[in-house]
């Protein structure tokens, strides 16, 4: 869509305002709503200055100044707003060059793309991430001086199977890891699923399914995969809608890994392959139907694995769902439907749907920053020829202790995963896609949340070491 194409939409639906969105370090939709009537031509082709230094992890205030600049092909009109506004996500600029500003996150991500078709490698990468969420009903957490405390409720939750209710108890809800794919009345979420899914079919996004996942409230909705930078958009598109569906709903969703203990966590399944001149570039005849680059490519991304951590599991919360011994896949491992090594080739009947599954991601992640890093990983390797060795056919979950210690595996905590991104980070800075300021300026960024988190005493360390 051109600018006048834009101008154009604008004065056509009678739209009030333009609201233009950007993505911070974290991964947090930002926005600034402007009324319709200061946007013009000027207005995208020069941008709109804000002030860089309230966002964490950007400008200091002495050179604070940024420019947002709206990509017109991104437009959307919110489904949630009560005036008619049109949204745009916007990449960052630096106000006297006119560069990518190098800590923008969606600005990475279109240096990777423009990084994979300078390469020669490929043309575009395709990125299918398969994001799950909790919805709770009530949600209520302390983190005070003498006070630290969490808790979550939801009427379809395992524990309410004998809580007395006024209208009743119906009895019909999901056990613990019980909930993958039953029907109504024990899957009560099909109507609120249902109505994110229409909404972002009226936002223009690709969709395919929706259904409850394996833990107690725990859902997942789906979305067709699509070029990195467009599908990173799609994916702020779809946490926004989620939110506010639930919100509409009276509950609240979150996209922690690990928001309750005994139950399965929150993954982001990433399915990745690229293209180049029109053909599938990870179809061939080597191991599962692949190609030797994509063997290549799961080399580069097992081999840096624990780096990619940094951006692919970026709480500290990440890392309670990344345990050995259960369902998390943390053995850097790969193998065709196996789902228990961190990467899996799906099984298709199609050369165009060969693809690569990362299983380690979740949906805490940047989306920007996620798709660039694991699309740099995955050219290191086929640049290198990486080889990631044999595949794994066998149930990982079941190897006993002597197999099992041969096997690596990813990160521990984000503490591990920062070190490792310290350690190894080349591979992220070719065709200064990452730049060593914009990791070192993440870094920074992601260790004061490891510092909260190691210097906050914990319920469970009363619990274990109150009477000692």
């Known amino acids: 869509m051109s600018n006048k194409d834009l101008l154009k ?30 946007v013009d031509e000027d207005f995208l082709e020069e941008g709109f200055m804000f002030d860089g230094s309230s966002i964490a992890g950007w400008k200091s205030i002495e050179a604070s100044d940024m420019k947002l600049m709206p990509d017109c092909d991104s437009a959307y009109v919110d489904p949630f707003y009560a005036e008619k506004t049109l949204c745009v996500h916007c990449s960052i600029a630096e106000p006297d060059t006119g560069e990518h500003y190098e800590r923008d996150p969606r600005g990475t991500a279109q240096k990777a793309e423009a990084y994979l078709k300078s390469s020669g490698i490929g043309d575009v990468a395709y990125m299918g991430p398969e994001a799950e969420f909790f919805l709770f009903d009530d949600v209520r957490f302390s983190n005070t001086m003498n006070k630290v405390s969490f808790e979550v409720d939801a009427i379809d939750a395992s524990w309410n199977s004998d809580t007395e ?3 009743g108890n119906s009895g019909h809800r999901p056990g613990i890891k019980g909930g993958y794919f039953p ?21 223009g996004m690709k969709t395919d399914k929706h259904h409850h996942e394996v833990a107690s409230c725990q859902h997942e909705l789906g979305l067709i995969f699509d070029s990195l930078t467009k599908q990173a958009d799609e994916l702020q598109k779809y946490k926004y809608v989620i939110h506010n569906v639930a919100h509409a709903y009276g509950k609240s969703a979150t996209f922690m890994p690990k928001p309750i203990a005994g139950d399965n ?11 180049k001149d029109g053909k599938p570039l990870f179809a061939g005849d080597k191991y599962a139907d692949l190609s030797q ?12 694995a624990k780096t990619l951590n940094a951006f692919t ?14 369902e998390a896949p ?42 660039a890093a694991l699309l740099m990983a995955g050219l290191d ?34 503490r591990e995963a920062l070190d490792s991104l310290a350690a190894d980070h080349d591979f992220l800075l070719a065709g200064d896609v990452f730049t060593k300021d914009q990791i070192q300026g993440y870094m920074d960024l992601k260790w004061e949340e490891v510092y909260a988190y190691e210097h906050t005493p914990h319920p469970v360390e009363y619990q274990l070491y109150y009477s000692c």
């Not at 604008?10 to 969105?21: F, G, M, P, S, T």
């Not at 024990?186 to 109505?195: H, K, L, P, S, V």
């Not at 966590?265 to 293209?275: A, C, K, P």
């Open 9 to 38: 939409r604008i004065k056509d639906e009678d739209i009030a305002y333009v609201d233009i969105r950007f993505t911070d370090v974290r991964g947090k939709l930002q926005h600034v709503t402007v009324d319709c009537d200061l």
């Open 165 to 167: 209710y006024e209208m």
């Open 183 to 203: 029907v109504n009345p024990i899957d009560d979420a099909q109507d609120i699923r249902g109505e994110m899914l229409t909404t972002m079919k009226q936002l």
């Open 265 to 275: 966590g929150t993954g982001m399944h990433v399915n990745m392959s690229i293209w």
């Open 293 to 304: 680059e994509a063997i290549y490519f799961i080399g580069g991304i097992l081999k840096h």
């Open 313 to 326: 599991n970026p709480a500290t919360n990440s890392y309670k769902r990344l345990i050995p011994g259960f």
């Open 330 to 371: 943390v053995l850097r491992a790969y193998s065709a439907r196996n789902r228990s090594g961190c990467v899996r080739i799906p099984w298709t009947e199609s050369p165009k749907a060969k693809r690569v599954e990362a299983r380690f991601p979740d949906p805490a992640a940047n989306p920007y920053l996620c798709f």
């Open 381 to 414: 390797g086929i640049k290198n020829k990486i080889d990631p060795g044999p595949a794994q056919d066998k149930n990982l979950y079941d190897l006993p202790a002597e197999e099992l210690e041969g096997i690596p595996t990813v990160c521990a905590s984000l």
